[in-house]
């Protein structure tokens, strides 16, 4: 099994709703986080799940989007059943 923190597993519950993709701030406005403290809060989860190739992180029109790789869709399906 996969051994994920709560934070990873709310990133990848996150990023499954959104296919195209969302910036670090987004991602921590979506896990409850307010605005001003929402990418501090998800960049380490963010750099760790890219590095294990669970996130993708692309930049689209000036910002910098992290999305799911296939793997990633396999492992945030797994964590929401």
């Known amino acids: 099994m996969h ?14 709703h959104h296919p ?24 380490s989860a963010l750099k760790s799940l890219q590095a294990r190739g669970y996130v993708s992180r692309q930049k689209r029109y000036g910002t910098v989007l992290y999305s799911l790789t296939e793997s990633g869709r396999v492992l945030a399906k797994e964590l929401a059943s």
């Open 3 to 16: 051994t994920l923190t709560p934070k990873q597993c709310d990133v990848l519950k996150a990023l499954r």
């Open 20 to 43: 195209v993709g969302l910036s670090p701030t987004k991602i921590g406005e979506a896990c409850g986080k307010p605005y001003y403290g929402a990418s501090a809060w998800a960049s």
